[in-house]
């Protein structure tokens, strides 16, 4: 007796057969021998099970070799790409955050494929020091004596508290003890860091009484943390930090201050809410600074300290500091931004998230006519496409409440044929995914932070929207 699915399986080609096949020469151009031996195999292994069952049918070679190579295809294209981000935030943190200038991008390269002097004096000919680099700029653009560079924010709060408050109490704000999204909660990193978290106050009024009554022999340090994502809003009370500066400083305790965003700049002098900056804050009092490279500050992901030269030092010298420090090519990033701003009244064609941040509503309601067309276009007769008024957000926690007028391209369904979740995953499905957001029964594209035009409305055609 014959037995079907025994035939089938003996029926499939051996690893060795298909390697031969002119079909498989093809697949082995394109992703190598090692893997696609490896892949056969498996593919192979999976087929055999297949057929196994009772109604499998025969095997396939063209059909399986096919499916093999969309497969090869898929897995091997980078999962970490280009999108485009049409949400409306424009500091995205999941889509991350601010898009640096041309300049950074051409220093970065050059400092991939060649040596540079990262720990090394040039005029001494002895070890340097790597904050060094943007070190001088960052204390020209604050008013700080020093300043440390980590991997990020949270770093940089973390290595301030471990450094200055270790086994010691820290005293914040009950109205301050915040938390931002991916679980950086300001308790947890003070625990994590050895330090013991005081409340102060309520959560709507603190007052600087509060502070001066909790302080006792084991406080080591005073903080503020800006509250990046929300505000209090009603019967509240905060203490200006030059009071608590001043608090400080008579119980000989450093005054820190988590800034969040800290942008560089006086951000009404380009038409935006003000952001209280380093500068400000350094001047009115705090000793150790800190903020994030890629929020407003339009760089790379880094986490900066600036402040009084003997904690500064006393922060670089923490052993964790080597943990956290920063690598060459976001030193470079970070240099080549900075640079930008020693030009502050070009900053804002210079730099991207400033320019993004500054566009007027006006600009971008023409780039939504010029490319409503060609969206409209590939999205078919069961699709409505409008130009809509809308707001952006700033995005990673800045000025959470202010919102910038916006424009975009507003997509309904016609007659309610379209499937708006099935339209945003189409969208996401393109070689550049495009984000958008779904919003009171429509896809809104907010249009503010579409550079690379071209390349949007190029790949519009193979846009395939699913219709089950
Ligand atoms: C964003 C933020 C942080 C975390 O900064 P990262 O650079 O994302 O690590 C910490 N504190 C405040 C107040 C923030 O706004």
């Known amino acids: 007796m014959v037995n079907p699915a025994a035939a089938a399986r003996r029926a499939l080609p ?24 490896a892949f056969l195999r498996r593919a192979l292994d999976v087929e055999r099970e297949r057929l196994a069952a009772p109604d499998a049918g025969a095997f396939d070679q063209t059909r399986f070799l096919q499916s093999c190579a969309v497969t090869l295809e898929r897995s091997a294209a980078p999962s970490l790409k280009p999108v485009f981000n049409l949400t409306g935030t424009v500091l995205h943190t999941n889509l991350g955050r601010a898009v640096m200038p041309e300049s950074a991008a051409a220093a970065v390269m050059a400092a991939m494929t060649r040596p540079v002097n990262l720990e090394f004096d040039l005029a001494t000919g002895a070890r340097g020091e ?14 700080g004596e020093k300043a440390v560079a980590v991997n990020n924010n949270a770093a940089a709060v973390y290595l301030a508290l471990n450094t ?14 915040i938390e931002i999204g991916g679980a950086f909660r300001i308790p947890d990193i003070m625990s994590r860091a050895g330090v013991k978290l005081v409340e102060v106050g309520t959560t709507n009024r603190t007052h600087l009484k509060d502070f001066a009554e909790a302080i006792t022999p084991r406080t080591a340090a005073i903080m503020k943390v800006h509250t990046s994502n929300y505000v209090v809003q009603g019967f509240t009370a905060t203490v200006p930090e030059s009071d608590l500066a001043k608090l400080a400083h008579e119980y000989n305790l450093p005054f820190i201050v988590d800034l969040g965003s800290g942008t560089l700049i006086n951000l009404e002098e380009y038409g935006l809410p003000h952001e209280r900056t380093p500068r400000e804050t350094i001047a009115d009092g705090a000793d150790v600074v800190t903020f994030s490279g890629d929020k407003l500050l339009g760089g790379p992901q880094a986490g900066l300290l600036v402040g009084r030269k003997d ?99 507003a997509i309904m369904p016609a007659e309610k044929k379209g499937n708006l979740n099935k339209l945003a995953a189409a969208l996401r499905a393109l070689p550049a995914p495009v984000i958008g957001h779904i919003n009171d029964g429509a896809l809104m594209l907010d249009l503010r932070c579409l550079d690379h035009e071209d390349g949007f409305v190029a790949q519009l055609p193979q846009l395939k929207i699913s219709k089950q």
């Not at 051996?14 to 031996?37: K, N, W």
């Not at 200055?164 to 003890?177: D, I, N, Q």
């Not at 502050?344 to 064609?349: F, S, T, Y």
Request: hydrophobic share 50%; aromatic share 2%.
């Open 311 to 409: 904690l500064m030092v006393r922060i670089a010298k923490n052993p964790m500091k080597r943990a956290l420090r920063l690598d060459k090519l976001t030193l470079t990033a970070l240099d080549a931004v900075l640079r930008l701003y020693l030009h502050p009244e070009r900053l804002h064609e210079e730099l991207p998230a400033l320019r993004l941040l500054t566009r007027s509503a006006g600009d971008i309601a023409a780039q939504a006519t010029r490319v409503l067309p060609a969206v409209a276009a590939a999205l078919g007769d069961d699709w409505k496409v409008e130009i809509a008024a809308c707001k952006s957000q700033i995005g990673s926690g800045a000025l959470p409440v202010d919102s910038l007028p916006s424009s975009g391209l």
């Open 164 to 177: 200055l408050a270790l086994k010691h109490e820290v005293l914040v704000s009950r109205g301050e003890l």
């Open 14 to 37: 051996s690893v060795d057969r298909l390697l031969g096949s002119e079909a498989v020469a093809v697949l082995i151009a394109a992703h190598g021998r090692t893997r696609v031996t």
């Open 130 to 143: 790597r904050d060094s680099h943007v070190e001088r700029w960052l204390a020209e653009l604050t008013g």
